[in-house]
């Protein structure tokens, strides 16, 4: 099965400042990855598909990119409204359809 | 709008059996498979199972193989998941969420369904 590892498990960054999400898979998955946010007592949310498209209605502040192993999530200038913990997916392939073990980003 | 309401969580007991279920709205249920992903309480996401969008093809999780279910009844826009000889390590919060048209990712989540296993 293919892993998907994220780092940091957690940061801490002021308002404004630009913060950067790493998730890593164990073999490549092309840009099949999703991103998700999700904050306490709420279901998740999806943020980006495909690796680097931003779904409707998130801020643009929101940004992905990479392919293959190795993907970054950029927030590139950080509100108190996305205080949360993200979560990378691989989405297609064989399943399992693994999860990285989450980001939680405050401020 | 889109719409995932989950059904039949609650407390069951080491080794015992239950049905969650979750019908959709807002959309052409039949033309889109569905997932359940869990979460355990103060734990990150994990992926239970997955059900193409006529049943015909049919996913799981290592770690719930041969103890739970995936179905989906497509004229009463439901899916669910049988979940039997439940342990505890099953306890979790459950959230249906609705696959895209193609890729495996969720881009809709309903609020979710405690299932707690416990004596």
């Known amino acids: 099965d293919i892993q998907m590892t994220q780092s940091p498990s957690s940061l801490s960054a002021s308002v404004g400042d630009r913060v950067t999400i790493t998730c890593r898979a164990s073999q490549g998955i092309s840009i099949y990855l999703a991103w998700y946010q999700q904050k306490p007592g709420k279901p998740p949310k999806l943020l980006i598909h495909s690796a680097s498209t931003l779904r409707s209605g998130v801020p643009s502040r929101f940004s992905g990119s990479g392919s293959g192993t190795a993907f970054t999530l950029t927030i590139s200038s950080l509100q108190p409204e996305d205080v949360a913990t993200y979560y990378c997916q691989k989405s297609a392939y064989d399943p399992p359809w693994t999860f990285g073990q989450g980001t939680k980003v405050e401020i | 709008e889109v719409q995932l309401l989950e059904s039949g969580g609650g407390l069951v007991q080491p080794g015992g059996s239950l049905r969650l279920s979750c019908t959709a709205s807002?959309?052409?249920?039949?033309?889109?498979?569905m997932t359940w992903v869990r979460q355990a309480p103060g734990k990150g996401l994990e992926w239970v199972s997955s059900?193409?969008?006529?049943?015909?093809?049919?996913y799981y999780a290592e770690s719930v193989k041969g103890r739970f279910a995936i179905s989906r009844d497509n004229s009463k826009t439901t899916v669910y998941l049988q979940m039997n000889s439940l342990r505890a390590d099953d306890t979790a919060v459950y959230y249906c969420v609705k696959a895209p048209g193609s890729g495996w990712y969720s881009d809709y989540w309903g609020q979710g369904t405690l299932v707690t296993v416990s004596s």
């Open positions: 059900i193409s969008d006529y049943g015909q093809s049919t």
């Open positions: 807002g959309f052409t249920f039949s033309s889109y498979a």
